[in-house]
């Protein structure tokens, strides 16, 4: 079995040098918080079972303000947030504690609110390290001449740089190591940490690295959010993708379509729901994107997938556009099918697949059509989907 995941965001600084009032957390950027920017790839990550919010003390209304502007299914999934401490490793702490209190056991993937250009990539390579090594960084080879100076600003000795490396979150950890560190420094006051990685050495843990992100910016000073505005305020493109697919019909009582349940004198063989509509309407999100196909993300032969509500795999799809800075114009959704009649159920599917994707109602079509009797959806041996996703994409550099 593969263990369990939690993600730890890391949320409670005050972000006093970013300038401001608001804690840089809940600024906005491109018109999102930053907080939900950083959380929404974690809420994708059908890996991650628990996503938890260290917030600092007073931040309550921001916080509840911020996360309001997920998408609904997607902010189910967040765990209570935990309020924070003094200092940084105060704050880890204190979430950590909070997922003891749970009864968590397995790896935790420690992660700055600060960093919103955190991609699903570098979260699937934090994963693939969790479940290798008790501790694993992110890390950027150092391309600069690095130089130590003393307290005037000469120059004291130049550090030979094949030796160095940038270091980012997520971090991951083995959970009760981590937790044990923690507790460790805390009982014997070591403080000034300034990331988890650093308690585990304290603690004798070897620490692994991974490859990081150079776009995976931290925004500490006020020119970060310059350059993060004119990062996201590249010109729009719009893209179209379709998909197309079909599940032959089985033995059953009922069949899902759009993500609504539909009862039927036959099921539908599938190794999830069979969700025809909302596999074609994930495969044009994809396709819009260029980032592959339904199967490639979620493959058929992996367990975890069986009998999945197929709900998660549009939500998946329409997180990774927001996470390129894109946005969904418009889904549409053709049904081919002798029966069961989709006609009643056009406003619930329009309105689940909405829900889903996290757009409004008028921005989801949804049709159905039989095919005159003819070939295999004639015949009644399967159901079919066509859908076509609009949406607008940053150009590329
Ligand atoms: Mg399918």
Redesign the pocket.
Known sequence: MTPAVAALIVAAGRGLRAGADAPKQYRRLGGVPVLCRTLAPFLAESRIGSVLVVTGAGDAERYDDAIRQLPENTRARLAASVEGGETRQDSVRAGLEALAAAGFAGSVLVHDAARPFVSSALIERALAASAEHAAAIPALAVTDTVKRIDAVGRVEETLPREQLVFVQTPQAFAFQPLLAAHRAAHAAAAGGFTDDSAIMEWAGHRVATFAGDPMNLKLTYPGDFEQAEQRLSRPLVTRIGTGY???AFADGDHVWLGGVRIPHSRGVT?H?D???AL?ALTDALLGALADGD?GSHFPPSDPQWRGASSDRFLAFAAERVRQRGGRIDHLDLTIVCEGPKVGPHRDAIRARIAEIAGLRLDQVGAKATTSERLGFTGRGEGIAALATATIRLPESE
């Open positions: 697919d079909v599940h599938a999830s069979g969700d025809v596999h339904i």
